[in-house]
């Protein structure tokens, strides 16, 4: 192989003349880390008020929650990523389109949007599979007892959905972590970009694409020992470490 | 919006979009679907052996392949792939490399890893008996395996491997960050020559849902006809 290693790389200091090429990998894996937090946040907001929609006795609902999971399922994140960010602005009215193409950090909202209702989609699914495995007894104990619907909900079927759908949200947080890196397209400086703005300017490619690689394997390492923790601390006495095969990536 | 929405952009670019773009796409899924499924068949089987020497490299690829951004993937192969060319050809210098060979050797090796996890699991959903009934009539591992294990479980992972194809399809979008000219790629370089994006991707994303939500009701379909009646 005439490829020259240069393992020292990662201690020579960037063409931002600032940080170092370690320091600008270690920013990248923060807004990777900041965008998945936020977007997971608003996919499990969406995805549970989806889901939930989905097993109400309502047809409507369940119609729109099918084709809300329907859409931003079979439509490609990179595609959604530039519908958010090219077409939005020009749909909405002027002046709003305007502030938005003027906003700082506009790939960053985007990126957040996006990938949280991309994620909704999904996270929707794994809510309605959850809320469905749920014994029957449990909705018509609660109605019987005087529940209203909503009540029926907060209080005794999401709390032990949540409870049982720990281990698929902790893979559906995982995806979220990996999908932000599509965000590079619509210019995320993430941990991706970072590692390829790397590559340009330096020429070492496969130091910063593994240096990437190994800092994405802790990130998964730590998140899945953590969630085994809350895992280990949430789970519902009498049920099997049961674990839903869950498809994509 | 539509005041000014350019339907004749599209038109115009028909030809290119699905002659050039959509044929790229549509072969990519197809080829890497059925290479991916054979090599993630093989390292199910690696997987299930309970030799250490081949449980432990195959677990090890899955769970890497399984732990980064498909896009990181992506740049990985394409400065790799030149490399690997040069180590499997002897030649002396990195071969250069097409961009379809490129891409297709990225997804059927990043996808292998997806299906193997599904023939994993179909493998593992097969009774036990039926295999040791198979060993006490005297037949081998692979004929076993070939004859009795891998149609069955073949058989009741059609809708998810269909499914699987589905999400692959999806993300052969993502060919657009090595500038490769699938349809996403042919439609945004359309986009950007004649700065009509709000056409452009709106039509993309239209196909592409229309070509998924298409996809996943035949799939629907398959799963019904296919299933066996227990």
Same mark, same amino acid.
């Given at each position: 192989?005439?490829?020259? @290693?240069? @393992?020292?790389?990662? @201690? %020579? ?18 807004? +990777?880390?900041?965008?998945a937090g936020c977007a997971f946040i608003i996919a499990l907001t969406f995805g549970s008020l989806i889901g939930v929609l989905r097993t109400a006795p309502f047809?409507?609902a369940v119609?729109f929650g099918t084709a809300y999971v %329907?859409v931003f399922r ?9 519908? @958010?960010?090219?077409?939005?602005? %020009? ?21 957040v949007v996006?990938l949280g209702l991309y994620m909704s989609a999904r996270i929707a699914e794994q809510v309605r599979a959850g809320i469905l495995s749920l014994?029957?007894?449990q909705r018509?104990?609660s ?5 209203t619907l909503p009540q029926t909900y907060v209080f005794v079927l999401l709390p032990m959905t949540y409870r049982i759908l720990l281990p698929p949200l902790t893979s559906e947080l995982?995806n979220t972590?990996?999908?932000? *890196?599509?965000?590079? +397209?619509?210019?995320?400086? %993430?941990? +991706?970009?970072?590692?390829? *703005? ?27 020992? *953590?969630m085994?923790?809350v895992?280990?601390?949430v ?9 839903p095969?869950a498809?994509?990536? | ?6 339907? $004749? ?21 197809? &080829? ?19 030799? =250490? ?5 195959? /677990? ?21 792939? =030149? ?8 030649? /002396? ?15 059927? &090796?990043?996808? /292998? ?41 073949? !058989? ?14 999806? $993300? ?9 000219? $699938? ?10 020559? $004649? ?8 039509? /993309? ?19 019904? !006809? ?5």
């Amino acid at each position: 192989m005439n490829y020259h @290693w240069n @393992w020292g790389i990662f @201690w %020579e200091l960037s063409p931002d003349g600032v940080h170092t090429y370690f320091q600008t990998l270690m920013l990248g894996a923060g807004w +990777t880390l900041l965008t998945a937090g936020c977007a997971f946040i608003i996919a499990l907001t969406f995805g549970s008020l989806i889901g939930v929609l989905r097993t109400a006795p309502f047809s409507w609902a369940v119609r729109f929650g099918t084709a809300y999971v %329907e859409v931003f399922r079979n439509i490609p994140l990179l595609v959604q990523m530039f519908l @958010w960010y090219f077409v939005a602005p %020009e749909v909405v009215p002027r002046s709003i389109g305007i502030w938005l193409k003027q906003l700082p950090d506009a790939s960053f909202y985007t990126a957040v949007v996006a990938l949280g209702l991309y994620m909704s989609a999904r996270i929707a699914e794994q809510v309605r599979a959850g809320i469905l495995s749920l014994p029957r007894g449990q909705r018509l104990a609660s109605l019987a007892l005087g529940l209203t619907l909503p009540q029926t909900y907060v209080f005794v079927l999401l709390p032990m959905t949540y409870r049982i759908l720990l281990p698929p949200l902790t893979s559906e947080l995982l995806n979220t972590i990996k999908n932000s *890196a599509v965000a590079l +397209t619509i210019g995320l400086m %993430e941990l +991706t970009a970072r590692a390829r *703005a790397m590559q340009e300017f330096s020429f070492q490619v496969f130091e910063a694409f593994t240096a990437a690689t190994i800092i994405y394997i802790v990130i998964n390492l730590v998140v899945t020992l *953590a969630m085994r923790l809350v895992e280990r601390h949430v789970a519902v006495p009498g049920y099997l470490g049961f674990r839903p095969p869950a498809a994509g990536h | 919006m539509f005041s000014n929405f350019d339907y $004749d952009v599209i038109v115009r670019s028909l030809p290119y979009l699905f002659y050039t773009g959509m044929t790229f796409t549509l072969l990519l899924t197809a &080829l890497a679907t059925i290479i991916g499924i054979l090599i993630g068949t093989l390292l199910a089987l690696m997987r299930l052996s309970g030799v =250490p020497f081949l449980t432990v490299p195959a /677990a090890a690829y899955v769970n890497l392949m399984r732990s980064v951004p498909f896009v990181l993937m992506i740049f990985w192969f394409y400065f790799l792939v =030149p490399y690997i060319g040069q180590w499997v050809t002897f030649s /002396a210098q990195p071969i250069k490399v097409g961009a379809f060979a490129s891409c297709l050797v990225t997804f059927t &090796l990043f996808e /292998a890893a997806f299906f193997c996890e599904i023939m994993r699991a179909g493998i593992q959903s097969i009774p036990r008996g039926q295999v040791a009934a198979g060993q006490a009539l005297g037949m081998t591992y692979s004929t076993v395996t070939g004859y009795i294990v891998l149609p069955q479980a073949f !058989r009741n992972m059609v809708p998810v491997l269909l499914t699987q194809t589905i999400v692959l399809f999806q $993300d052969t979008s993502l060919v657009y960050v090595i500038s490769v000219t $699938d349809f996403l790629g042919a439609a945004s370089k359309v986009a950007e020559r $004649d700065g009509r994006l709000v056409e452009m991707y709106t039509f /993309a994303a239209c196909v592409y849902f229309v070509v998924s939500f298409a996809a996943s009701r035949a799939v629907q379909l398959v799963h019904r !006809r296919i299933a066996i009646i227990r």
